[in-house]
C-alpha cells in the first residue's frame, strides 16, 4: 500500500500562485510515478500533470502547460504541483495519486493509477 497526503491548497486571487505538496509512505517512493488530478464540483476527475519514477519525464494537460510544473524529490517522497498564473477555472479539488512504474494503463487516466490521496482544495478567485 501506499498513503498519499496532499497539502498547500487554499484561497487565491486570479493570476496568483500555489504550491502543492503530496507526502508518500509505505512503499519505495521511487518505484512510483506520480500524478495530479482535479475534480470540479459536479465534473468528471481529469488528469493534470505526470511524472515519472525517477523525474527525467513529465506529461501535462494542455489547459495547465507552461502554467503548472510537477516536480518530485525521491529523498522526501514528496511530490510537488506548482502552479502559476490560476484562473478561476482552476477552482477545483486536487489529488495526488501514485503508480507502479511498471504499470502500462494510459498515465493520463483515472484507471491508470492505484493509489490516491484525500485530496487538497484549491480556490481560485475572480
Known amino acids: 500500500q501506499v498513503q498519499l497526503v496532499e497539502s498547500g491548497g487554499g484561497l487565491v486571487q486570479a493570476g496568483g500562485s500555489l504550491r502543492l505538496s503530496c507526502a508518500a509512505s509505505?512503499?519505495?517512493?521511487?518505484?512510483?510515478?506520480m500524478g495530479w488530478f482535479l475534480q470540479a464540483p459536479g465534473k468528471e476527475r481529469e488528469f493534470v500533470a505526470r511524472i515519472n519514477w525517477s523525474g527525467g519525464s513529465t506529461y501535462y494537460a494542455d489547459s495547465v502547460k507552461g502554467r503548472f510544473t510537477i516536480s518530485r524529490d525521491n529523498a522526501k517522497n514528496t511530490v510537488y504541483l506548482q502552479m502559476n498564473s490560476l484562473k478561476p477555472e482552476d477552482t477545483a479539488v486536487y489529488y495526488c495519486a501514485a503508480r507502479h512504474f511498471t504499470r502500462s494503463l494510459s498515465i493520463a487516466t483515472k484507471r491508470g493509477y492505484d493509489y490516491w490521496g484525500q485530496g487538497t482544495q484549491v480556490t481560485v478567485s475572480s
Open positions: 509505505g512503499r519505495t517512493f521511487s518505484n512510483y510515478d
